[in-house]
């Protein structure tokens, strides 16, 4: 089975503390998302990589980084924590297009609840 | 990326079909149909997809108009385990690129004893 892991579940962080969140996965897979999600907003992507050091902005990249330096992890950064970015953060993985076998759907990790106070 | 349209709630009553529809009518002719649910506290799921054909697998079933405009997804025997968030996706499968996948707002399916 496909294993997406997100390394917190629950976070608590202060206004203006540099945050990290990491994310593995086990499937060799080369796209990896970060995508943040609020009542009545939906799923909304932050960030995308299709390769190991690429990177490219999803619809709200603002207050946000990236880091993908190996091809299982992709690290999702808030230099400057704000209240605003409370939320549950969720990071996906997926197989390129042009794949003989498997299709391309999404796997997610569990999820992580990140309150800025 | 296509835009779909969702209902935002829907209830069914638990072993009765609950059929979840989808719009989305600037669908191009080579991007395909995903559907994708969210129990509470858990991350997204594939549930299916398809391109123009009707599909079915052991979850449900995805019935696609012949002007793909919109589509229906279909869990034949709702169960209380099947109350989620459900997000239909279009989407085209590159060739050898890259892509992003991108969510709306979906359909919270409430089923009901």
């Known amino acids: 089975d496909v294993k997406v892991t997100q390394s917190s579940r629950y976070l608590v962080k202060r206004t203006g503390e540099k945050v990290f969140l990491e994310c593995v996965q086990d499937?060799?897979?080369?796209?990896m998302f970060w995508y943040r999600q609020d009542p009545g907003l939906g799923l909304r992507l932050i960030y995308f990589?299709?390769?190991?050091?690429?990177?490219e902005k999803g619809d709200i990249p603002e207050g946000y980084s990236v880091s993908r330096e190996k091809k299982e992890r992709f690290s999702l950064i808030l230099e400057s924590a704000s209240t605003n970015q409370t939320s549950m953060y969720l990071c996906?993985?997926?197989?390129?297009?042009?794949?003989?076998?498997?299709?391309?759907?999404?796997?997610f990790g569990q999820g992580t609840r990140l309150t800025v106070v | 990326d296509a835009k779909t349209t969702q209902p935002p709630s829907m209830d069914c009553a638990e072993g009765r079909a609950a059929n979840l529809p989808c719009n989305h009518s600037?669908?191009?002719?080579?991007?395909?149909v995903y559907w994708y649910r969210q129990i509470h506290s858990q991350g997204p799921q594939y549930i299916i997809h398809g391109l123009k054909n009707n599909e079915t697998n052991e979850m449900a079933s995805l019935i696609i108009t012949e002007d793909r405009k919109s589509s229906t997804l279909i869990l034949p025997h709702a169960t209380l385990r099947d109350t989620a968030v459900y997000y239909c996706i279009v989407r085209a499968e590159p060739s050898g690129g890259y892509q992003k996948v991108t969510f709306g707002t979906g359909t919270k399916l409430q089923v009901i004893p």
């Open positions: 499937m060799d897979h080369e796209n």
């Open positions: 996906a993985s997926s197989l390129s297009g042009g794949q003989l076998s498997g299709n391309t759907e999404a796997f």
């Open positions: 600037t669908i191009s002719g080579n991007e395909y």
């Open positions: 990589s299709y390769d190991v050091k690429m990177k």
